[in-house]
């Protein structure tokens, strides 16, 4: 990078830090460390919202998944505005008049401590572990950019993350991602503006979409049932309703950004809108992936993205195999910037036959393109059998920093690192608040001074981020991090959410057996997934379903039992 790009991101970064930690000051008890006092309006809650969910991930991995699979992942989306719709009228009025700090409280109040500690730890498992692959994703960028180590990134990284979120608080987290996402979404826009502009003179936005719809990358809508499809409208609708009930009602990284609201009222108006936005929003990120695979059929495109890791195979002795392939790669590719040119010739011409025979061309050279590429993958895995042949999350990535100018570049990596900071620092602050008051303060010490602990918080924002650092080390290898992160939460998030409904709407199925339920739900979806017999967003809803199911025919066991006794 250039040093304006240099001072844009050190700059950029500085000013976050400073305002955040400014807007925390005076905090002295847990209330305002997790709830900020419950005093946001509800445009501030949305913007929380979109900042915690809206990860480095996002803006690092979805434009590649749309570079390489098309657009369709969109559809993972489709069920979150029903979901908004059912926690307004559910959860959210029930945690506002219980007054709770985190969502597990209730289920102590609604069954058991037995039920309300196994809540809470399967979310502290699942959060602890998404949250150290968020940490991996702006590390990934350090270490690509700058060459250095990435597991001594990944702990550089985490320890900016823990001294800015132990010093912050819910406040900070919350003031911060209304001015992160402010300039995320204007950097976003100049980053797709950008990849337009850059196309050749006579392609305009038009001519970039018809050419990627031809090569089948504007794939929104899959109508065609299959369990083990992982996008389509029906596990959107269906599999995405019910991961977004769960991760919106029963996910304390997000039941704590709309808890600190000043009423009910604020709290739906948040999430109303945020159902209303984040469909749109990740559709015109994904729209960017697509746009870039244009950019890629004009301009050569590197025979795999990671160029860090191709500089390594180079000095092996697989080196001379690799060159010979990037040539071939090299070949194929002058071709193809040809045949799209042709392509878009017919489509201008709106000549339908042309086009198709100019787009099946097209997709032949390609699939040969793949098949050169899959052999130096081949070669990449015989030269170090440890490398990461998965190079979805440098797509984005190489064409930010190859081909925009100076100055932007600095601010789309202030981009991610704002992304990852907003989202990785509430996530540390939900595994605080879970673990202090969920079992710390019910299992160890109830009576201590607020000031104690207070004190006991900002300690587990450090330990839980130490664990997140280490989680981290593991997971660059691991493929797309936006996948990546949503088949971990399906592990979970079902049965997370099937207490909960038996909580609300079977008032005579006690604790018990929703304890023996979800332990069985959980031991089912797991083998399922192992097994590979559905995608992995149907497990949302399988998990909810079992809980329910099992606990309704545990309890009659349970009841019957306690006659006896």
């Not at 919106?248 to 159902?275: H, P």
């Not at 092996?316 to 590719?333: F, I, M, R």
Request: charged share 15%; glycine share 8%.
């Amino acid at each position: 990078m250039s040093l304006l790009d240099w001072v844009v991101l050190i700059s950029t970064l500085a000013i976050i830090i400073l305002y955040g930690i400014w807007k925390s000051r005076g905090e002295q008890n847990m209330e305002s460390y997790f709830l900020g006092n419950q005093s946001m309006p509800w445009y501030i809650v949305l913007l929380s919202i979109i900042g915690t969910q809206a990860s480095a991930i996002t803006f690092i991995s979805a434009p590649g998944q749309a570079y390489t699979d098309g657009m369709r992942f969109v559809q993972y989306y489709f069920g979150l505005p029903l979901a908004m719709v059912v926690l307004c009228i559910t959860f959210v009025p029930i945690f506002h008049k219980l007054k709770v700090y985190t969502a597990y409280e209730f289920l102590e109040k609604r069954f058991d401590l037995k039920t309300r500690t196994l809540t809470a730890s399967l979310f502290l498992i699942q959060r602890g572990l998404s949250t150290g692959i968020s940490i991996c994703a702006p590390s990934i960028i350090l270490s690509s950019l700058l060459g250095w180590n990435l597991y001594w990134t990944n702990m550089i990284m985490g320890g900016l993350l823990i001294i800015y979120t132990v010093a912050g608080g819910t406040r900070a987290v919350a003031y911060t991602q209304t001015m992160q996402l402010v300039i995320i979404f204007g950097g976003m826009f100049l980053a797709g503006w950008m990849v337009v502009h850059l196309l050749p003179t006579d392609i305009g936005f038009k001519q970039a979409l018809q050419v990627s719809g031809k090569m089948d990358k504007l794939n929104v809508i899959v109508t065609k049932f299959d369990w083990k499809d992982k996008y389509n409208i029906w596990s959107g609708l269906i599999g995405g309703f019910f991961l977004a009930l769960s991760y919106f009602g029963t996910d304390q990284s997000q039941v704590g950004r709309y808890l600190t609201a000043k009423s009910v009222k604020e709290s739906r108006m948040g999430l109303l809108m945020n159902g209303l936005v984040k469909v749109p929003m990740q559709f015109l990120i994904l729209l960017i992936g697509a746009m870039v695979f244009v950019f890629y059929l004009y301009f050569r495109a590197p025979i795999f993205f990671n160029e860090a890791q191709l500089a390594r195979v180079r000095n092996t002795a697989q080196g001379p195999a690799l060159e010979q392939l990037e040539q071939q790669y090299g070949q194929l590719t002058t071709q193809k910037q040809q045949q799209v040119k042709q392509l878009a010739a017919a489509l201008e011409q709106d000549d339908a036959a042309a086009a198709a025979i100019a787009k099946k061309v097209l997709q032949q050279t390609d699939e040969q393109a793949l098949a050169v590429r899959t052999a130096a993958l081949s070669l990449m895995k015989k030269a170090d059998p440890a490398a990461d042949t998965n190079d979805t999350n440098y797509i984005f990535l190489h064409f930010v920093v190859n081909n925009l100018p100076k100055g932007l570049v600095g601010l789309l990596i202030a981009i991610i690192f704002l992304a990852a900071w907003g989202s990785i620092a509430a996530a540390l602050n939900s595994l605080a608040s879970t673990t202090v008051i969920d079992i710390y303060q019910r299992l160890y010490n109830g009576n201590a001074t607020p000031e104690h602990y207070l004190r006991v918080s900002k300690l587990w924002s450090l330990i839980w981020g130490v664990f997140c650092i280490v989680v981290a080390q593991f997971a660059s290898g691991l493929g797309s991090l936006i996948e990546v992160v949503n088949i971990l939460g399906s592990w979970f998030y079902g049965v997370t959410l099937g207490i909960f409904m038996v909580a609300f709407y079977l008032k005579r199925v006690g604790g018990t057996a929703t304890f023996w339920a979800a332990i069985a739900a959980e031991a089912v979806v797991l083998v399922m997934y192992g097994m590979e017999k559905v995608s992995f967003l149907w497990l949302n809803a399988i998990g909810c379903v079992l809980v329910v199911v099992f606990a309704l025919m545990i309890e009659p066991f349970v009841k019957q039992r306690n006659l006896k006794i």
